[in-house]
């Protein structure tokens, strides 16, 4: 598959390295057992072991990430560290990390040098504006507006304060195509969903703000609609970050829009599912985490699918380590067929965005073969609307799905402060779809 050649040698070393002082972790005591040892290559080892989960991490924080010589108590005195919450897509999924701002801030110089954008724009001081759920990032305040100023952290401005952007009016909106306006950001760092939603006002009311020179997408999955909504109001170049809190920057996406992985921070290990479900260029990734010192983690499930580019090569050059043509969306937006074959979001997503005229929408599946589509659009003729809506889903679910549509004035995010563009209300273990054979090179 992805052959060893790749990678740098330090890539194995840091592989190994990581794997070593993670096994003599308390949380990873129970992986022991599973491990070939010595004088196996370092990809047969990783092989054979298992995946971290959440509840992993919730069983064993914080001493069982932390090697015996790090003192948690005395790091987060010294603020060299701190906990940090995240709500997860998962919903009510809580999970509390160790949160070290070095190794965070170092990892995300590294993920810029896999865009040229990046690499020249981002110079570490660079004014950078950040257009997110103030529940995953910035500060919160539903009831009053907060000023610029109160929203200002170092290099970065806030441009929202809200938990349900569904409840922007036209004055905050006016606000931040304002302050983009006033501040001048190199790099406008936003959550899709709320972008788009910010450009139909934008389009809506004929503004043209101001253009950073970069926009990366961060904690969603950009949805085609949503691109489609944010080209019409900004020419920048656009390119997704792909990382979590638990991992730092895994993978950035280049100027030629593929995905390459932050080699120097991160190994990435693929598990392929099974062909039925799409496989064996699509599935999930496992990332281990490279010379953070207060915190060791070792092929944690990310909860992404993302599928492997066919030829891992790409014209911007990098062709070293592995290359990801698109992140498919998390496993819990996943979906199946009316006759039980996985559907991811990205696929959803490509066929819906293909309608004209839609906002927003969510899918959910109550139980196989059903399927509520919630829509938001400006269309008159619904019931043409509802028929094209019906014909496309039906080329991805299948002849016997059983759909409907139900219109909606807006969306809200989920209590994670994303939103959710699909979902089966029942639940799904990815251990069913993941082929069952040991992945090795
Ligand atoms: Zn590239």
Same mark, same amino acid.
């Given at each position: 598959?992805?052959?060893?050649?790749?990678?740098?040698?330090?890539?194995?070393?840091?592989?190994?390295?990581?794997?070593?002082?993670?096994?003599?972790?308390?949380?990873?005591?129970?992986?022991?057992?599973?491990?070939?040892?010595?004088?196996?290559?370092?990809?047969?080892?990783?092989?054979?072991?298992?995946?971290?989960?959440?509840?992993?991490?919730?069983?064993?924080?914080?001493?069982?990430?932390?090697?015996?010589?790090?003192?948690?108590?005395?790091?987060?005195?010294?603020?060299?560290?701190?906990?940090?919450?995240?709500?997860?897509?998962?919903?009510?999924?809580?999970?509390?990390?160790?949160?070290?701002?070095?190794?965070?801030?170092?990892?995300?110089?590294?993920?810029?040098?896999?865009?040229?954008?990046?690499?020249?724009?981002?110079?570490?001081?660079?004014?950078?504006?950040?257009?997110?759920?103030?529940?995953?990032?910035?500060?919160?305040?539903?009831?009053?507006?907060?000023?610029?100023?109160?929203?200002?952290?170092?290099?970065?401005?806030?441009?929202?304060?809200?938990?349900?952007?569904?409840?922007?009016?036209?004055?905050?909106?006016?606000?931040?195509?304002?302050?983009?306006?006033?501040?001048?950001?190199?790099?406008?760092?936003?959550?899709?969903?709320?972008?788009?939603?910010?450009?139909?006002?934008?389009?809506?009311?004929?503004?043209?703000?101001?253009?950073?020179?970069?926009?990366?997408?961060?904690?969603?999955?950009?949805?085609?609609?949503?691109?489609?909504?944010?080209?019409?109001?900004?020419?920048?170049?656009?390119?997704?970050?792909?990382?979590?809190?638990?991992?730092?920057?895994?993978?950035?996406?280049?100027?030629?829009?593929?995905?390459?992985?932050?080699?120097?921070?991160?190994?990435?290990?693929?598990?392929?599912?099974?062909?039925?479900?799409?496989?064996?260029?699509?599935?999930?990734?496992?990332?281990?985490?490279?010379?953070?010192?207060?915190?060791?983690?070792?092929?944690?499930?990310?909860?992404?699918? @993302?599928? *492997?580019?066919? /030829?891992? $090569?790409?014209?911007?050059? =990098?062709?070293?380590?592995?290359? +990801? #043509? %698109? &992140?498919? !969306?998390?496993?819990?937006? @996943?979906? *199946?067929?009316? /006759?039980? $074959?996985?559907?991811?979001? =990205?696929?959803?997503?490509?066929? +819906? #965005? %293909? &309608?004209? !005229?839609?906002?927003?929408?969510?899918?959910?599946?109550?139980?196989?073969?059903?399927?509520?589509?919630?829509?938001?659009?400006?269309?008159?003729?619904?019931?043409?609307?509802?028929?094209?809506?019906?014909?496309?889903?039906?080329?991805?679910?299948?002849?016997?799905?059983?759909?409907?549509?139900?219109?909606?004035?807006?969306?809200?995010?989920?209590?994670?402060?994303?939103?959710?563009?699909?979902?089966?209300?029942?639940?799904?273990?990815?251990?069913?779809?993941?082929?069952?054979?040991?992945?090795?090179?």
């Amino acid at each position: 598959m992805i052959s060893q050649h790749r990678y740098p040698p330090e890539y194995y070393q840091k592989s190994l390295d990581a794997l070593e002082a993670s096994l003599k972790l308390g949380a990873y005591r129970s992986w022991r057992a599973f491990d070939l040892g010595d004088g196996n290559s370092v990809d047969d080892r990783y092989a054979l072991l298992p995946a971290l989960t959440k509840s992993d991490i919730r069983a064993h924080f914080p001493g069982g990430f932390v090697p015996r010589d790090k003192d948690v108590e005395s790091g987060l005195t010294s603020g060299e560290i701190s906990y940090v919450k995240t709500s997860g897509s998962a919903g009510a999924f809580q999970v509390t990390n160790i949160w070290n701002q070095g190794w965070w801030d170092a990892s995300e110089r590294a993920s810029w040098r896999l865009n040229s954008h990046a690499t020249r724009l981002a110079t570490g001081d660079h004014p950078e504006a950040i257009l997110a759920n103030s529940l995953n990032v910035g500060f919160i305040s539903d009831d009053g507006d907060l000023p610029l100023e109160k929203r200002r952290l170092g290099r970065f401005l806030f441009l929202n304060e809200k938990t349900d952007p569904s409840r922007w009016t036209p004055e905050i909106m006016d606000r931040m195509i304002g302050e983009l306006e006033i501040f001048r950001p190199v790099i406008l760092e936003a959550n899709p969903s709320l972008l788009a939603k910010l450009c139909r006002y934008a389009a809506a009311e004929q503004i043209a703000p101001y253009q950073p020179e970069l926009i990366v997408f961060t904690y969603e999955y950009p949805s085609r609609l949503h691109l489609r909504q944010i080209r019409r109001v900004f020419g920048s170049p656009l390119a997704s970050s792909y990382g979590t809190t638990e991992t730092g920057y895994v993978f950035m996406q280049c100027e030629a829009g593929k995905f390459h992985q932050n080699t120097e921070f991160c190994r990435v290990d693929f598990q392929p599912l099974k062909k039925e479900h799409g496989g064996p260029d699509l599935g999930r990734i496992l990332v281990t985490t490279f010379d953070n010192p207060w915190y060791y983690m070792l092929r944690f499930d990310v909860g992404d699918l @993302a599928r *492997l580019d066919k /030829d891992q $090569r790409c014209p911007c050059g =990098r062709d070293s380590a592995l290359i +990801i #043509s %698109t &992140i498919e !969306g998390r496993f819990i937006n @996943a979906t *199946l067929t009316a /006759d039980g $074959r996985l559907v991811t979001l =990205r696929r959803l997503d490509d066929a +819906i #965005s %293909t &309608i004209d !005229g839609l906002d927003e929408y969510r899918l959910e599946q109550p139980a196989p073969g059903l399927y509520q589509l919630h829509l938001v659009s400006r269309r008159q003729d619904r019931d043409t609307l509802e028929r094209e809506v019906k014909q496309k889903l039906r080329e991805v679910y299948g002849k016997a799905a059983e759909i409907n549509v139900i219109y909606e004035e807006s969306l809200s995010p989920e209590d994670s402060g994303k939103y959710s563009l699909a979902k089966a209300l029942f639940p799904l273990k990815i251990e069913d779809y993941l082929d069952g054979g040991v992945v090795s090179d």
